[in-house]
C-alpha cells in the first residue's frame, strides 16, 4: 500500500463514525423535544333501561279470580266478567291473551270478548255489549284476546277493558250435566321493537 492509500482510509472510517455518532445523537435530541398536551373530561352520562310491567286488574297474578264463576248453568245461560289490563312500565308494550279450559264442559263453552267497561244484565245471563275485539277467540282453549302474532298495544302508563263472556250454547248435549270446568287466562307481554 503506497503512503496515500493508508492517509486516506482513516479519514473515511473517521468520517464514517462521526457519521454515526451524530445521527444518535439526534435520534436522543429528538426524543427530549417537549410538546403541550390538553384534555377534556366528559362526564355526567346517565343510562337507565326501562320496565315491562303488565298489570290486570291491577295485579301481577290473580289466584283468585272468581268474577267469571257461575253455577247451575243450564243452555242458553251466559256469564261475563271485565278485566281492565294495564301497562305499569316505562315502555310501550303489546299483549295477547290465551285460555285454557278442563273438562268437556270448557270446550263445549262459547267465548264473546269486547272492550266495554262493564258487563249487561245479572245472575245467569251476564253479558258482554259492544263489538267483538278483533283476532278474539270463540272459544276456550287457544288465543282468547288477540294473538301471539297480533297482539294489542298499550303506550306506557295506559289500559284498557276487555269483558269477557263465557256462553253454554242452547244446543249443549245434555251428557255435559254435573260437570265443571276450571278456566285459566294468561296474558304475555312484549316490548314493542
Request: net charge positive; charged share 10%.
Amino acid at each position: 500500500m503506497t503512503e496515500r492509500h493508508r492517509w486516506h482510509r482513516p479519514r473515511w472510517v473517521r468520517l464514517r463514525a462521526a457519521l454515526a455518532l451524530g445521527a444518535v445523537g439526534c435520534l436522543g435530541v429528538a426524543g427530549t423535544f417537549a410538546y403541550w398536551t390538553d384534555s377534556v373530561p366528559v362526564s355526567g352520562t346517565t343510562i337507565t333501561t326501562g320496565t315491562l310491567d303488565l298489570k290486570v286488574n291491577g295485579s301481577d297474578s290473580l289466584p283468585s279470580y272468581t268474577s267469571l264463576s257461575i253455577s247451575n248453568m243450564v243452555p242458553g245461560n251466559s256469564t261475563a266478567a271485565v278485566l281492565t289490563v294495564r301497562n305499569a312500565g316505562t315502555v310501550p308494550l303489546t299483549y295477547y291473551a290465551t285460555s285454557t279450559a278442563s273438562s268437556n264442559l270448557g270446550s263445549a263453552l262459547t267465548t264473546k270478548v269486547t272492550g266495554a267497561t262493564s258487563t249487561d244484565g245479572s245472575g245467569n245471563a251476564k253479558t258482554c255489549s259492544g263489538t267483538t275485539l278483533p283476532n278474539s277467540g270463540t272459544a276456550f282453549g287457544g288465543n282468547l284476546v288477540g294473538t301471539k302474532s297480533d297482539q294489542r298495544s298499550l303506550s306506557a302508563g295506559s289500559s284498557e277493558t276487555v269483558c269477557i263472556q263465557a256462553t253454554l250454547p242452547s244446543t249443549a248435549s245434555s251428557s255435559l250435566q254435573g260437570l265443571t270446568s276450571n278456566v285459566t287466562l294468561s296474558f304475555e307481554a312484549s316490548q314493542v321493537i
